[in-house]
């Protein structure tokens, strides 16, 4: 990994977790249920959703108060989506980043609910974001209703679901991953836009940017399931083509799917050409996700 991605990663990360915490630890709530919660959500982790709000601030050379408030929030929806993907009616997984799932720990129902109150309390930390306009929250919360739900992720899982054993066109597998991995990422590069104040040309660049990377990233989900060390995934591998999943190596095989994930990178950096920097985090960010290996 570049010395400065990690630098930033690492600063970023330490000053995320107590907002984390915090968003839970201060709710007036059963302990079992809070146990729950904070269980995966300090469960560690990538973060990379938090990582492109800040990243597009520091890009752009702007800094906002309410940053780590906006990246918390929308890390806690991609945390509610992981104890509901690992559970027994979903994908059934045991292990995520090398422990238990939450059912596994907590039983399915306080799983679900947990997932609930996250999801849930993703909204009030946009609310609550410091130096942040009441129109700029409303607009953000839109945007994390959009991406989070029926019309993003949630969409996305539904056809993912329902597209099993069969086969889908790359169109198709494309709009399944738009929506189901991507439409949070393009929220999160989109969230740091709006709270840089980026121009109409530099939103513009921006989603294609992220367009590409929420491609990219889900088709290196799709490799490494194929031939990923488990040890370093922390969970079960080789667990697709078992679920009949329709992948990028299913459909392009697994030599297409790299040339298919060179093409998204690519594009993405492409997209972010007019930033001034000569290494922007965001390009960093991008080779990170086609070069990493869990």
Not at 206 to 223: E, P, S, T, V, W
Request: proline letters at 4%.
């Amino acid at each position: 990994m570049n010395d400065s991605l990690r630098r930033f990663m690492e600063s970023r990360g330490e000053d995320l977790v107590p907002v984390l915490e915090e968003s839970v630890r201060r709710l007036n709530a059963p302990t079992v249920l809070k146990e729950s919660m904070l269980y995966s959500l300090m469960a560690g982790g990538k973060r990379i959703r938090p990582l492109l709000v800040s990243a597009v601030l520091h890009d752009l050379g702007k800094v906002h108060p309410g940053e780590l408030h906006v990246g918390a929030a929308v890390e806690l929806i991609h945390t509610y989506s992981l104890i509901h993907d690992d559970l027994p009616s979903m994908d059934d997984d045991d292990l995520r980043r090398g422990k238990p799932t939450n059912h596994k720990v907590f039983g399915e129902a306080a799983a679900v609910l947990a997932g609930d109150a996250l999801l849930t309390e993703s909204f009030g930390l946009i609310g609550r974001a410091p130096a942040l306009p009441d129109g700029d929250k409303v607009t953000l919360i839109l945007d994390l209703v959009r991406a989070s739900g029926a019309e993003g992720m949630v969409g996305g899982q539904i056809l993912d679901i329902e597209s099993e054993d069969k086969t889908l066109s790359e169109e198709g597998l494309e709009q399944v991953h738009r929506l189901k991995t991507g439409a949070l990422l393009a929220f999160s590069v989109g969230a740091g836009a709006v709270l840089a104040g980026a121009t109409a040309q530099q939103q513009e660049n921006l989603k294609r940017y992220a367009r590409h990377i929420g491609l990219a990233f889900q088709i290196q989900d799709d490799i490494l399931d194929v031939e990923g060390d488990e040890a370093l995934a922390g969970k079960k591998l080789r667990t697709d083509a078992a679920h009949g999943k329709n992948t990028y190596p299913s459909l392009l095989t697994l030599e297409g799917a790299k040339q298919k994930l060179i093409h998204h990178h690519t594009e993405a950096v492409k997209a972010i050409s007019f930033l001034k920097e000569p290494e922007p985090m965001l390009g960093l960010l991008a080779d990170y996700i086609v070069e990493r290996s869990s």
